[in-house]
């Protein structure tokens, strides 16, 4: 299939370079891969400090999709390790398992805590059956319909509103559907009675590269690294179409230079909202409004270096509380030894923000030192075991499902419907927050869209029977 001119991605994010990935298999598809950074894997990239190694937050890879898990582990060959999930969430002073375990959840509230979720639990079920049943639109209705006024309280409000900086009656029950869809009091309870595992082994193994997630977008640029074919340090600044579909981009280089690159088709990883604004022409003004009307969460990560061996067994540990700063951390020695020397570890916590805000703005030093403070207090560490911090701030991080939000994806998406060669790919661009495996997914068949398939894209990571339970 010779095609006129190049596919141009936009992005060596993991699903950028997976749609990469999927094109240099056959050589007679000419694509560019532009990149904005100077280096590869967007938020999926491990960076190096020293001798330590770390994500951009944690990520482990699982999947259900057959396809996706060969390419991963043809990629990482024996570097691929197996890794056996632990983690934690500091509730009420006591570390108890995340997700749900309802034992230790119950054990964690103490035995007055854990019979009042049993009431409420009981009294939400008992006034439901007297109820006209309704909508889920709220997170807050989502939850409570499924664990009771003092489980959502306690194990779920200070969280939620912690990580996504709004109410639970302001985030869309969307996210709940997407990210934990299956989680309820009664599922917990039947899974702990009947030990049930096929889920369990989903949530609780998953595959980590032995050098860090990174490693997998790194093996996939390492196949397409030919001439011209991936570009660092260069950005898609404006998107030229005909009405009907994309003809050309502008490109920006590190150095201002620009550049126009005729196309056959744009698989984009570039925020939806942003990309609608580099449209030429210009997209109406209503799409123009929607678009600025989607919003994204901020992270800054705080990596601090320890002189000790290992914090804790912990992959994750989760921390609702409002009197510390951070949202969740993890300690990547935990994930392969190789991120850390032997008698050294490290770990990354991470504060949610807004682009501005007090987290986003702040000196490293002070953050750092304030982490410190909390880790203390939590029992994890001493502060002399503290020999040296970095940060990073990761700009738009995640997709915002407030109220209205999918109004707005909606009439943005049916504008860029009408161009047939453009795909939208990644967590940013498609405006979805699932996992890696599925932006991998994205990626490949929309390499193959641009062949002449025709996978719907929207319906990855919504398949009826797979989500985080």
Not at 58 to 76: I, S
Not at 185 to 206: H, M
């Amino acid at each position: 299939m010779a095609l006129m001119e190049p596919i141009v991605i936009a992005g060596s994010g993991i699903a950028g370079l997976s749609a990469a990935w999927r094109l240099q298999a056959d050589s007679e598809v000419p694509f560019v891969l532009y990149e904005k950074s100077e280096h590869v894997g967007g938020y999926s990239r491990t960076m190096q400090y020293g001798d330590f190694r770390f994500d951009l937050g944690g990520h482990r890879f699982y999947t259900k999709k057959a396809h996706v898990e060969r390419l991963v582990r043809d990629l990482l060959g024996e570097d691929r390790l197996t890794v056996d999930r632990l983690s934690r969430i500091l509730l009420n002073g006591r570390f108890v398992h995340y997700p749900l375990s309802i034992v230790s959840t119950l054990r964690g509230l103490g035995l007055t805590g854990a019979a009042r979720a049993v009431f409420d639990y009981g009294a939400m079920k008992v006034g439901s059956l007297f109820a006209a049943p309704g909508a889920e639109e709220t997170f807050e209705q989502w939850a409570l319909n499924r664990f009771g006024e003092y489980l959502y309280r306690i194990y779920f409000k200070g969280y939620t509103e912690k990580t996504w900086g709004i109410p639970c009656s302001e985030l869309a029950a969307d996210f709940a559907e997407q990210r934990i869809k299956g989680l309820s009091f009664r599922e917990a309870v039947r899974d702990a009675l009947l030990k049930r595992g096929e889920d369990d082994s989903l949530v609780r193994r998953f595959i980590y590269p032995r050098f860090g997630f990174g490693q997998i977008p790194d093996a996939m640029a390492g196949t397409v690294r030919e001439p011209s074919r991936l570009l660092t340090g260069h950005e898609v600044a404006e998107v030229e179409h005909d009405g009907d579909r994309v003809t050309a981009v502008t490109t920006r280089d590190s150095a201002g230079n620009s550049g126009r690159q005729p196309c056959s088709g744009l698989l984009s990883s570039i925020p939806v909202n942003e990309i609608v604004h580099m449209l030429r022409p210009a997209a109406p003004q209503d799409v123009l409004d929607a678009a600025d009307r989607l919003r994204y969460r901020s992270v800054v990560v705080l990596v601090l270096f320890l002189d000790v061996e290992r914090v804790s067994p912990d992959h994750w540990i989760y921390v609702p509380s409002p009197d510390i700063g951070f949202c969740r951390l993890h300690e990547p020695k935990n994930w392969s030894a190789e991120m850390a020397p032997p008698d050294k570890t490290s770990l990354v916590v991470e504060y949610f923000c807004q682009e501005g805000d007090e987290s986003w703005t702040r000196e490293p030093a002070d953050l750092a030192a304030d982490a410190t403070d909390d880790l203390v207090s939590m029992g994890l560490i001493r502060s002399e075991w503290v020999s040296g911090f970095t940060t990073v701030r990761l700009s738009r991080a995640y997709p915002l499902y407030d109220l209205g939000y999918r109004q707005h994806v909606d009439a943005v998406n049916r504008h860029l419907a009408r161009f047939g060669n453009l795909h939208n790919i990644g967590r940013n661009a498609s405006f979805v927050y699932t996992s890696s495996d599925h932006y991998i997914d994205m990626g490949l068949k929309a390499a193959q869209n641009a062949m002449g398939h025709g996978h719907d894209l929207s319906a990855i990571g919504r398949e009826p029977g797979y989500a985080e339970s």
